[in-house]
């Protein structure tokens, strides 16, 4: 018996379950918003402390933004991608 599982497997095996591909679907944005931050806070070589400063916030909110426990307003969202010398870009489709 197996006793860990790639992520990558139990991912792919858990988007079979329509149930959870709805859950899953319904918060990609989220998801995508909060990958693109950390990708670029880690390519351009900063922490979550370091990226809170240049904003004047503290570590912990960073920390919970990343985690998906912290619901950003567009103007935060904004002064994050002015701090990562990136550009905010909302769309509706």
Not at 38 to 47: A, S, V, Y
């Amino acid at each position: 018996m197996e006793k860990y599982i790639d992520f990558d497997k139990w991912h792919r095996k858990m988007l079979k379950d329509p149930e959870f591909k709805k859950a899953y679907d319904d918060l990609e944005p989220e998801f995508a918003v909060i990958r693109a931050i950390i990708e670029k806070r880690i390519k351009d070589g900063l922490t979550q402390k370091q990226l809170a400063k240049k904003i004047g916030i503290k570590q912990p909110i960073i920390s919970r933004l990343e985690s998906g426990t912290y619901n950003p307003s567009l103007k935060f969202l904004k002064k994050i991608a002015k701090a990562l010398d990136a550009k905010l870009v909302v769309t509706l489709k």
